[in-house]
């Protein structure tokens, strides 16, 4: 039984259209694996009871022989999305106890396709993280270990107990958001695909808002047809999220033919950073000739303001986080602080989110205000978005030059050490997105590709960023990587 | 630019949050750090750059200006930590 967790999307619904398996033998065992799977602290909200519920209504849909792709396919709900009638906290203290009258557009889509909700998945608070040690829950635990070393290592942030769900088989597939690199950095992590589509390819509605020009939610995935199929289902256009494009949705999964002769990958000079481990190195180079030797033409580009990108972003992200948490108040939801005789309204503001925001979340909404307060606005936000333009056309540039899709590293290293990283200043931990942050920044889809293994015997990945709304041409490209780069190692079970 | 302490203290009240006294020392070095990175943001040439507004160019929907939901007091209030008679309870708003 234990294997069926191991299935693909893609695996899985063939086996249950041809009735070799039900959706609720899958989701069965799903829910042994997490069960089972407690140390690794992925699955913070567990939903048994609405899983086997779905399952068997898939099960009579899959019957009737007219089920979508994701019908029957068990999956894990980060956190940051609404779920009616379901704890939603953000990993967040100051939800605690919140149960949403609503469902979220992304996980009523995947309601709509028949997919079944196996629990919520942890994550940094707020999605403010790289490590998934902000969360209120206490972190989530990579599953994957350096050889012959029982140290436990971060699965990355902020989707980090997505991220170790899927690579860890307790769930066919996850959600997840990426708001820096969210999605991206935790695949790359935890050998696991993870794709960001294009700013306004998802809603935004019912997931709860870090910084809104930036938060993207995708699939996190085992492979990349699998990102394809499941990223299908995930978008639409909504007209409660004024962002969301009202642009069709093509078929993705179609998109992978394998055939990349005659596309033009771009390879930025600016990403070779200083410091870089020469691991990272090699596995850029030889994603390169991966792609080459696939028909692909290789040229050098440049990017050239990429290196502002991370302190664009530490601009941006604060000043639009303060004013999206300047909703948690102890009024409408959530945590609200136990107030001492004679305090008014400003005391239950100021003690109920000193005690409902962790160090980190706090940090970022104070950046934040400082940022906007006047007299700064300009000399910090505006330079920011200005900043922010010229990251945009960088990237305009190199499209119009003909490029197709950009490769680069998906991460600076591999997976660091729990803890590891406790006493470095907060910028420290922010280069981890250093790769990521840019495609963001630019609303462009970018995609994490499992593409070896570092002499620790961790994952390490590749990303490719493509031209906006053409995420089927990238996740052809992906594809075509996969397939040269064979990864199938897949972490040995400890837990 | 270099953040004291009455300035992280400021900020702190800004953001509606409370920092005891004795823990600004370390909020406002972090704050200078933070800041300190982000002043690499001086060394770029920004003229006549406009501020980015909207990352993918287009036009928001509009819609007809008519009520689409509400009559869900239950559901609104099912959430707060303090609900009474169809209301949020705070403390006291005025002197």
């Known amino acids: 039984m234990s294997d069926l967790t191991k299935l693909t999307i893609a695996g899985a619904r063939d086996a249950l259209r041809k009735g070799d398996v039900t959706s609720l033998e899958l989701t069965e065992a799903c829910l042994s694996a997490i069960d089972g799977a407690d140390a690794l602290n992925a699955f913070v909200h567990k939903t048994p009871e609405i899983a086997r519920e779905r399952a068997k209504a898939a099960d009579a849909r899959i019957k009737a022989g007219d089920a979508p792709d994701m019908c029957g396919i068990p999956v894990g709900i980060k956190d940051l999305f609404c779920t009616k009638g379901v704890d939603s906290q953000a990993a967040s203290r100051i939800l605690e106890g919140f149960k949403p009258e609503y469902e979220s557009t992304v996980s009523q889509n995947l309601v709509d396709a028949g997919a079944v909700m196996l629990g919520k998945l942890n994550m940094d608070e707020f999605a ?8 209120a829950y206490g972190n989530a635990v990579n599953p994957w270990r350096r050889e012959g070393d029982d140290t436990q290592l971060t699965p990355g942030g902020s989707s980090g107990g997505s991220a170790a769900a899927v690579a860890a088989d307790l769930c066919l597939a996850a959600t997840g958001t990426d708001t820096g690199g969210s999605i991206r950095q935790p695949a790359a992590f935890t050998g696991t695909v993870g794709i960001k589509p294009t700013y306004g390819r998802c809603s935004r509605w019912g997931v709860v808002a870090f910084a809104s020009s930036l938060d993207q939610a995708g699939p996190m995935t085992k492979d990349v047809r699998d990102a394809a199929i499941m ?9 409660k999220d004024s962002t969301s494009v009202d642009f069709p949705v093509p078929d993705f999964e179609a998109a992978l033919t394998g055939d990349i002769k005659g596309k033009t990958i771009g390879i930025p000079k ?38 502002y990108a991370l302190p664009a972003y530490y601009v941006i992200a604060p000043a639009e986080a303060s004013s999206n948490l300047a909703r948690y108040d102890g009024v409408r939801f959530g945590h609200r602080a136990k107030l001492a005789q004679g305090d008014g309204i400003t005391e239950m503001y100021e003690k109920t989110r000193a005690e409902g925001f962790g160090a980190e979340v706090q940090r970022r909404v104070m950046v934040g205000t400082y940022v906007l307060s006047a007299g700064f606005y300009d000399a910090y936000y505006n330079r920011a978005r200005k900043v922010r333009a010229l990251i945009k056309k960088d990237f305009e540039d190199v499209f119009a030059q003909g490029v197709d899709a950009i490769l680069t590293p998906a991460t600076p290293s591999s997976a660091f050490g729990l803890g590891e990283m406790k006493d470095a200043d907060p910028v420290k931990m922010y280069l981890n997105d250093v790769f990521t942050v840019t495609v963001n920044l630019a609303g462009l889809p970018g995609i994490a590709v499992p593409a070896g293994l570092d002499s620790k015997g961790l994952p390490l990945g590749l990303q490719l960023i493509g031209r906006p709304w053409e995420e089927g041409d990238l996740l052809n490209t992906a594809y075509a990587l996969e397939k040269a780069a064979g990864f199938v190692a897949k972490p040995a079970k400890w837990w | 630019m270099s953040i004291d302490e009455g300035t992280a203290a400021k900020v702190a009240k800004l953001a509606r949050i409370k920092v005891e006294d004795d823990a600004l020392p370390a909020l406002a070095e972090e704050f200078n750090t933070i800041l300190g990175f982000i002043e690499q943001l001086n060394e770029v040439d920004v003229d006549g750059v406009e501020p980015m507004t909207s990352v993918t160019p287009m036009k928001l929907k509009r819609r007809e200006d ?7 007091q239950d559901k609104v209030l099912a959430n707060a930590p303090d609900a009474r008679e169809g209301f949020f309870a705070v403390p006291k708003v005025v002197e």
Not at chain 1, 231 to 239: E, G, I, K, V
């Open chain 1, 128 to 135: 403010m993280g790289s490590s998934n040690e902000t969360s």
């Open chain 1, 270 to 307: 600016e990403y070779h950073m200083d410091g870089m481990p020469q691991e990272i190195e090699d596995l850029w180079t030889r994603g390169k000739e991966m792609l080459a030797d696939a028909g692909a033409k290789i040229v050098d580009i440049s990017l050239p303001h990429t290196k």
């Open chain 1, 231 to 239: 990223l299908q289902a995930m978008c639409s256009h909504d007209a």
């Open chain 2, 66 to 72: 008519v009520v689409t939901d509400g009559d869900q």
